[in-house]
């Protein structure tokens, strides 16, 4: 996993194919609008059944995700 960040400011989170984890990862703080995670588990695994709680949450501009099953992407991230 690379954080890229400007001034403690996360711009972009980059998880790699290769990473490996059993359960769940989060990879972004409870104050980001929208949650990253990855999760792993054993066939058969039963996930108990939740709910999420209703949060206000505001949002300043458009975020976006990328997945990028095979080949090369070149970005270019900038800042305010």
């Known amino acids: 996993m690379e ?8 711009l972009s989170i980059i ?15 409870n104050s980001f609008s929208q ?3 990855q ?3 054993k ?5 108990k059944c939740h709910y999420h709680k209703k949060t206000i949450r505001r949002t ?4 976006e995700v990328l997945i990028i099953k095979k080949g090369k992407l070149k970005v270019f991230l900038f800042n305010e």
């Open 60 to 63: 300043i501009s458009t975020q």
């Open 3 to 10: 954080i890229i960040s400007d001034k403690k400011k996360i």
């Open 15 to 29: 998880i790699r194919k290769n990473f490996k984890n059993i359960g769940i990862k989060f990879f972004t703080p």
């Open 35 to 37: 949650q990253l995670a």
């Open 39 to 41: 999760m792993s588990h």
């Open 43 to 47: 066939k058969g695994k039963l996930i």
